[in-house]
């Protein structure tokens, strides 16, 4: 089992708007980056865990923790015109972008913000606090995951 965080804007696509979503599932559609589509295509696996994150948030922070419940396949976005994320060179006979599953498990509340995720120690080479660090879609360690399912735990129960 491996770990990630999954960036979203929340005005784009909310943790809310996934819980929503029947069976609280949806196809994580639209990354364009490769490093990040070499990650769905090769890496993320069913069961995988998901940090929810709001990037251009006031302020930005992990939301909700969500799990795959699919692997990467290709990202059907890509091959209609009329999608926001079409691509005309992407083929389904030859796809470019994958995108994998989540299913939502639950909200973190309150959310663990940016600045406070820099306060802890434990967390300092987490790859969401490095300067310069932009990808959408990123590895969690086992350290890093547990530190931040036990914050997690503490604020639902305040």
């Known amino acids: 089992?491996?770990?990630?965080?999954?960036?979203?804007?929340?005005?784009?696509?909310?943790?809310?708007?996934?819980?929503?979503?029947?069976d609280r599932t949806t196809g994580w559609?639209?990354?364009?980056?490769?490093?990040a589509r070499n990650m769905i295509r090769d890496e993320i696996k069913v069961g995988d865990g998901v940090l929810y994150y709001h990037s251009n948030a006031a302020p930005p922070a992990i939301v909700g923790i969500a799990e795959v419940v699919r692997e990467g396949h290709p990202d059907p976005t890509a091959f209609h015109p009329d999608a926001d994320h079409f691509d005309p060179k992407s083929r389904e006979d030859d796809p470019t972008w994958y995108q994998v599953s989540i299913r939502a498990v639950r909200a973190i509340e309150p959310h663990?913000?940016?600045?406070?995720l820099r306060a802890i120690p434990g967390l300092a080479s987490m790859e969401?606090?490095?300067?310069?660090?932009?990808?959408?879609?990123q590895p969690v360690s086992t350290v890093e995951w547990e530190t931040i399912m036990s914050l997690a735990q503490f604020c639902n129960r305040s």
């Open 29 to 35: 559609d639209g990354v364009r980056n490769y490093q």
């Open 1 to 22: 089992m491996a770990y990630w965080l999954f960036k979203s804007e929340p005005d784009c696509f909310s943790y809310a708007d996934l819980a929503a979503n029947p």
């Open 128 to 137: 969401l606090l490095r300067k310069g660090s932009r990808l959408s879609i």
């Open 112 to 116: 663990l913000t940016l600045p406070s």
